[in-house]
């Protein structure tokens, strides 16, 4: 039977990362749900939406033409045909995603179409053959895929959160790319975590702890826990 890996965590813990590595290193498909939100955060916005509108943006999102590319080496989303997967990481997109994301209506089409993206990948046609499938979130672990052989919940300290993610952002972790950091990280975090719960492990769930561990040692400790 296919397998299913499911990643949650905040923010900078390296799930983006790790999961895509995992995918790769075992031939399955990968999918990353917080493109997901991005991408029809994206697409609210170009068409106008006033995203404080639930109702609308509820409605727009439901028309999402999304085509979701699960190739762990090259993972990639488009709307309508057009290529968004560089454009929905802008610092635009990311200070108002949680404003779709913490849409409840938003939230249950999109789990909706990552668990069909999730089953696609038990078939062989799919792009694992059959395989199997990544997939790392806020909600994968609990809500989307709690029937999951694998499930980890990867969480790191805020200083190190901050750390990585302005490196990513700005090329260094010094205190004015911490700051600019800051709102990526702490307020969407805080924003998130009022509709979803990836701060503590649910039941079943094995917890990682990235803080201190490079990303390799953090890839070496989730491949030991997939593999046993
Ligand atoms: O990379 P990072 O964890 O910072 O963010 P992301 O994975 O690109 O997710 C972007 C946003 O999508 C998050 O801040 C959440 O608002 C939302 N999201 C969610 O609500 N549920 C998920 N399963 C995944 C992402």
């Known amino acids: ?7 949650d965590g905040p923010s900078g ?10 995918a790769a290193e075992f031939g399955l498909a990968y999918l990353d749900t917080g493109a997901m939100y ?3 955060a994206w697409w609210c916005v170009r068409e106008g939406i006033d995203l404080a509108d639930t109702a609308a943006v509820a409605a727009q999102v439901r028309e999402l ?3 979701i590319g699960t190739d762990p080496r090259e993972p990639s989303f488009a709307v309508g045909g057009e290529d968004v997967s560089v454009v929905i990481r802008s610092t635009e997109i990311s200070t108002m995603v949680s404003a779709v ?32 499938i ?20 990867l969480l790191a300290d805020e200083a190190a959160r901050l750390a990585r993610r ?10 004015a790319a911490l700051e600019a950091t800051r709102d990526q990280v702490v307020r969407r975090d805080a924003e998130d975590s009022t509709v979803s719960n990836f701060t ?14 490079t990303l390799e040692e953090s890839v070496d400790t989730v491949r030991g826990i997939v593999t046993r």
């Open 13 to 22: 813990t390296g799930k983006s990362t790790i999961s895509r590595r995992i």
């Open 166 to 175: 302005a490196k990513e952002l700005h090329g260094t972790a010094d205190s």
């Open 200 to 213: 503590t492990a649910a039941d079943g769930v094995l917890t990682v702890d990235t803080s201190t561990m």
């Open 134 to 153: 990544v997939a790392e979130g806020r909600d994968i672990t609990t809500v989307v895929a709690p029937d999951a052989q694998v499930r980890i919940l």
């Open 38 to 40: 991005r991408a029809a």
């Open 65 to 67: 033409p999304l085509q």
């Open 1 to 7: 039977t296919a397998l299913v890996v499911a990643i």
């Open 101 to 132: 994301a913490t849409n409840l209506d938003v939230r249950a089409q999109l789990q909706d179409r990552q668990r069909a993206a999730i089953a696609a990948e038990q078939r062989p046609d799919g792009f694992s053959g059959g395989r199997g």
